[in-house]
């Protein structure tokens, strides 16, 4: 008893002489790896169009229903959200919206500084996640893989992809 | 059915004789992938994914692969789904199929409910190893409301077989060959097919999508749905509307209708009507909010003498001035005439009858029309008449089509009747001992198809399988109904013998030698005759004593044109009638009239002129979800709901009551009419000092929940008292849980409205169903009948249905919906006189007017739809190619017709009866008259008032 009493102030002098392990934030930032789960953003592919497909399948794996959004198809042929809408006031950071999104589209950033005296100004629209690049993954772009045509790539130019069966060639 | 035992994967079952052993597992609920099988089509054996192994005897080890759908159960069979060969022959079926699928599931229209995605899963393939390059295939554009994206084919020939084989269409084909198969048109152009829209259910990818769905599209877990019924026709389909919200108070919720399984009305399929007509609940047409005349003279404006413009007014506004008015012919000093609908709930209607009184309620429809769903009403009443479910039309053996356009007045039945064609084949093969479900094997069994004999007014799309078509004017189809009955056999008449091989001897032949004879008739041509005749003809059948089996009834089904025409015609005599109302309002009357019109318009209903006499002089209230021409004379306008936003009963026209669900909380301050007419007498009541003050209308100023009106409606009308057992039946709680209308995968819940509010508003209760507009509460598969989000564990798309289902095509566990009319049993007298048919005089220079009926187009609703809008095309006149000539009229030439504004496009065709002018019904108000003098067919002229002004 006195024993364990004694160790523990010991181990507490000790620190006396420890280096300090806080952080004087905000004036000095923490080095936050580039993986690590913060807010979120919709990025670009390397041609510069929007990843996002509006699949909706970050709004279905979300655990606090905090996503949401509405496909439209425009001219080109490309799905993209008429809305995209995160509450982040529900949101809980788990990154299982960017493990469902299979667009590499949606994407956690190391940054956690969030707060607001609003709650309502934690609702981020389309306008305020998207950003101007790739973020994680430089080369990916949905559409060069996916089969179907949009403006620029018809049936066939994609990767790994067949020219389209002509139906009249007599040698089908 | 004799019973089989077998055992699967050592646990031992006994299952039904004579099915495949898919069929048995899928109704063993068990899960065994499969793509080209259909409950509703039978086996092909095409796509080797429903692969077992079956042992000789339980002491086999080895066994031996078999493909199930191809394989009859077997008494004392032995059988493993589980076993790891087994397992991995269905993995690489499906690994091969996925060779050349497209990387295309997030933008796919299909995912989420894709058939491919889930025996993808269920056959453990996760990991692609081809690495060749990828089949493609350009697509084709197939219209407005089918999408097609060819490179997503797994080529199990469902679509071709569906749509050539089951539905009868010609224009989708397997083009082709090898690795290289393409299901599609010759050209680009519109499926033809009025039930193409099913293509988008059994395709098991994404091949075939729903466009109009894709427009607004969500994923099927975004869906909430409740059990509907289509609005559409009078069949009845059950279907599953999805809705959802965009959290801004965009009035679009409705996203798309499909299919609700039920066995004896809609099965496996929906019309196209049915399917995409759901757009007129988000037309920009709706009535959000109550808007009252204009009380400014209009200064100049091209509008008729009458028409008013509206401005909105705070609902509390409308209401209270609603409750002015029945207060007033409370105390007598107005008269308040109530104008039914076919198309709106028993409910409606009956809350309409009761603020009116009995005797100030009128049907919705013309005299004719009233005098017709009478006659039906009458004659469904007769014991040896009975309406036959869409399993028995199917299982006809000889069909009778009189004058009825079925393939556009009830589009299901024609598909049901399509069926029968292939009834012989099908009596054949049990014959050979050939079970049923070898689709294969009985389609090429040689075999006389079923006789189906048609009579009517144009070319119809059953022509194909008829054995027999006439086009002639309705009477003489009625008259060619009374020479059948002539000439069935024991009939007392001496021109038996001769002419003996007469269409009507056929017929009678057919008919009589027929054991599960149908007759099809119905409203579609107005004539009283016919349906008397059809009658006939069924009683005679049912007395001939070959036939049906024993049961001394024949089946005879009667179209009727709306989706409550007959619910209608249980609330109103023959006499309450549009033209009764026009006669009484014609009268001298000291009191002002109010008319209290509740989704009807006068002008669909009526010829112009006398819907414009209705109107005049008198004060209208209408209650409606659409605007409409009627609208435009409205004093003050109440916005309805929809059948997808309300509650109530529709009455079918086989006499069926089925209750449809609330499917989403309509925008604005829409609510169902009867909630506004129980609102109106509640302030009324309220005003008078307390409900005991207006004793008529003490219960409905106390209404608040639809099953109320129901229960009140059960309690005073006899043949309506089935409504008291219609549900919803409140104890399928479970710890007090309702059912969930969303699925438990709804995602955005705390997103959605974040928008408007961040704080999230409870979601609205429903206060007439045990149910919720959230994701909480019963989701388990066949747990309760008003589950209609078709999932379960594995099974994302609809194929799910198996599971609802007490065996595949079985009907609906725990219960079928609706219940029939409780209408006294009473023999329908047939006054037909020796002379046949009364006959309208007909003048030799007339020409006869006949209705022109097109599934899309004559749809009082469903015309207004966004897609089928553009499909609909321009109002028409059928004339025979020697009238034609008469009139010196040419194909695509404008014609105007007396009484009505609109121009027709003078289309000639062979296929019609002489003397006769066929109309189409729907793209303007009814013709006034039942025969036409050659000059009111008077050429289009532009503008004959000159450019003068």
Not at chain 2, 677 to 690: D, E, I, P, Q, Y
Request: glycine share 8%; hydrophobic share 35%.
């Amino acid at each position: 008893m006195i024993s364990s009493l004694l160790r523990s102030l010991w181990l507490v002098f000790r620190h006396l002489f420890r280096r300090n392990v806080t952080v004087q934030y905000p004036d000095e930032q923490p080095y936050l790896p580039p993986r690590y789960r913060g807010r979120i953003v919709l990025t670009r592919d390397p041609d510069g169009d929007e990843r996002c497909v509006a699949c909706n399948l970050c709004a279905v794996a979300c655990p606090p229903d905090c996503i949401s959004l509405q496909k439209t198809e425009d001219e080109d042929g490309r799905w993209r959200p008429e809305f995209f809408r995160i509450n982040f006031s529900r949101c809980i950071m788990c990154g299982l919206c960017e493990d469902a999104c299979p667009t590499y589209a949606i994407q956690l950033t190391p940054d956690f500084e969030m707060s607001e005296y609003d709650r309502q100004n934690m609702v981020y629209e389309k306008e305020d996640l998207l950003i101007n690049g790739p973020g994680k993954y430089h080369e990916y772009s949905f559409y060069r893989v996916a089969g179907k045509a949009i403006a620029g790539k018809g049936k066939g130019q994609g990767l790994n992809e067949k020219k389209p069966v002509d139906l009249h060639d007599l040698n089908l | 059915m004799a019973k089989v035992t077998i055992t699967i994967d050592d646990r031992e079952y006994e299952v039904d004789e004579g099915q495949n052993l898919l069929h048995a597992c899928l109704g063993l609920k068990k899960n065994l992938p499969y793509f080209c099988w259909h409950p509703a089509m039978g086996s092909v054996g095409a796509c080797r994914q429903c692969a077992v192994i079956e042992y000789m005897a339980r002491d086999d080890t080895r066994g031996r692969l078999i493909i199930s759908c191809m394989t009859p159960v077997r008494d004392g069979g032995v059988y493993s789904l589980e076993d790891e060969r087994a397992q991995s022959f269905r993995a690489g079926i499906i690994e091969k199929m996925m060779v050349n699928h497209p990387h295309d599931c997030p933008v796919c229209e299909e995912g989420g409910e894709c058939h491919l995605q889930d025996m993808t899963l269920m056959s453990a393939h996760t990991m692609r190893r081809y690495s060749g390059r990828k089949r493609t295939f350009n697509n084709q554009n197939l219209g407005p409301f089918i999408n097609h994206e060819m490179n997503r084919c797994i080529t199990c020939y469902r679509c071709v077989r569906y749509y050539q084989d089951y539905a009868g269409g010609r224009d989708l084909q397997a083009l082709g060959r090898n690795q290289q198969v393409y299901f599609g048109r010759a050209e680009d152009g519109r499926l033809e097919n009025g039930f193409s829209g099913n293509l988008v259910e059994v395709c098991p990818t994404g091949v075939f999508t729903d466009k109009t769905f894709s427009r607004r599209f969500v994923r099927k877990w975004d869906l909430q749905t409740a059990p509907s019924v289509c609005e559409h026709c009078g069949v009845g389909c059950n279907t599953a509307p999805g809705a959802r919200d965009d959290g801004k108070g965009d009035p679009r919720k409705l996203r798309r209708v499909v299919n609700l399984y039920h066995r004896d009305i809609n099965g496996y399929f929906l019309c196209d009507r049915g399917r995409f007509g759901y757009e007129y609940a988000n037309s920009p047409e709706r009535i959000l909010q109550p808007l009252q005349a204009d009380t400014q003279p209009l200064i100049q404006s091209t509008a008729a003498a009458g028409e008013k413009i509206h401005r909105p007014l705070p609902p509390q506004d409308a209401v209270a001035q609603l409750a002015d008015i029945i207060e007033e012919a409370r105390l007598g000093k107005r008269r308040l005439l109530g104008i039914g609908s076919t198309r709106t709930s028993l409910e409606n209607n009956y809350a309409l009858k009761t603020l009116v009184g009995p005797a100030n309620f009128y049907a919705g429809v013309s005299a004719g029309t009233l005098q017709l769903l009478h006659l039906v009403n009458a004659i469904q009443q007769d014991p040896q008449i009975h309406s036959p479910s869409t399993p028995e039309i199917e299982q006809a053996d000889a069909v009778l089509i009189l004058g009825e356009d079925i393939s556009n007045t009830a589009p299901r039945i024609a598909l049901a009747v399509r069926q029968a064609a292939a009834e012989q084949q099908r009596q054949r093969a049990r014959a050979l001992d050939i079970p049923l479900w070898q689709d294969a094997s009985v389609r090429q069994l040689d075999s006389p198809p079923t006789p189906i004999f048609i009579a009517a007014v144009e070319g119809t799309d059953l022509d194909g399988i008829a054995r027999e078509t006439v086009y002639a004017t309705p009477d003489e189809i009625a008259e060619l109904a009374l020479e059948v009955v002539n000439q069935l056999p024991g009939a007392v008449t001496e021109s038996q013998t001769e002419a003996s091989d007469s269409l009507a001897t056929q017929i009678a032949r057919a008919l009589a030698s027929a054991r599960k004879p149908l007759i099809v008739c119905g409203c579609g041509l107005q004539s009283p005759a016919l349906l008397r005749a059809a009658a006939a003809l069924a009683k005679a059948l049912a007395a001939n004593p070959v036939n049906s089996e024993g049961t001394a009834s024949c089946a005879l089904y009667l179209a009727c044109a709306d989706a409550n025409s007959l619910g209608l015609t249980q609330l109103c005599s023959e006499q309450q009638h549009l033209e009764q109302l026009l006669s009484e309002t014609a009268q001298e009357n000291s009191l002002p009239s109010t008319l209290l019109a509740m989704e009807v318009d006068l002008f669909w209903q009526l010829p112009d002129e006398q819907a414009a006499r209705i109107l005049h002089g008198n004060q209208l209230i209408q209650l409606d979800s659409l605007y409409n021409h009627t609208s435009r004379f409205a004093q003050l306008l109440l916005p309805s709901a929809a059948t997808p936003e309300s509650e109530g009963t529709f009455v079918n026209s086989s006499g069926l009551a089925q209750r449809y669900y609330t499917v989403y909380e309509p925008s604005g301050y829409i609510q169902e009419s009867w909630r506004w007419l129980a609102n109106a007498t509640a302030a009324c009541a309220a005003r008078a000092g307390g409900v005991e003050k207006i004793p008529a209308l003490a219960d409905m100023a106390q209404w608040q929940h639809v099953t109320q009106v129901s229960a009140a409606m059960a309690a005073g009308i006899p043949q309506l008292s089935p409504l008291s057992e219609l549900g919803p039946d409140w104890n399928t709680l479970v710890a007090g849980a309702p059912v969930a209308r969303q699925s438990h995968r709804f995602s955005g819940r705390t997103a959605l409205q974040a928008e408007v509010a961040v704080a999230e508003q409870p979601p609205p209760r429903d206060p007439d169903a045990p149910m919720a507009f959230s994701m909480e509460g019963i989701q388990f598969a066949g747990y309760s009948p008003l589950q209609a989000n078709i999932w379960a564990p594995g099974w994302n798309s609809d194929q799910a249905i198996h599971k609802f289902q007490n065996q595949p095509g079985g009907e609906r566990a725990p219960a079928a919906s609706g219940q029939s009319l409780r209408r006294a049993t009473k023999v329908f007298e047939i006054q037909v006189t020796d002379t046949g048919v009364p006959k309208t005089p007909v003048n030799a220079d007339l020409l006869t007017t006949l209705p022109l009926y097109r599934l899309f187009g004559s749809g009082e609703l469903s015309r207004r739809a966004r897609s089928i809008a553009t499909v609909v095309g321009q109002a028409f006149v059928h004339l025979h190619p020697d009238d034609a000539r008469a009139l010196a009229l040419c194909a695509g030439e404008q014609v105007c017709l007396p009484g009505s504004d609109t121009t027709f496009e003078v289309k000639i065709t062979a296929v019609a009866p002489q003397r006769c002018i066929g109309i189409s019904a729907g793209y303007s108000s009814p013709q006034a008259v039942v025969a036409m003098s050659p000059q009111d067919i008077r050429p289009f002229v532009e503008n004959p008032q000159g450019n003068s002004s």
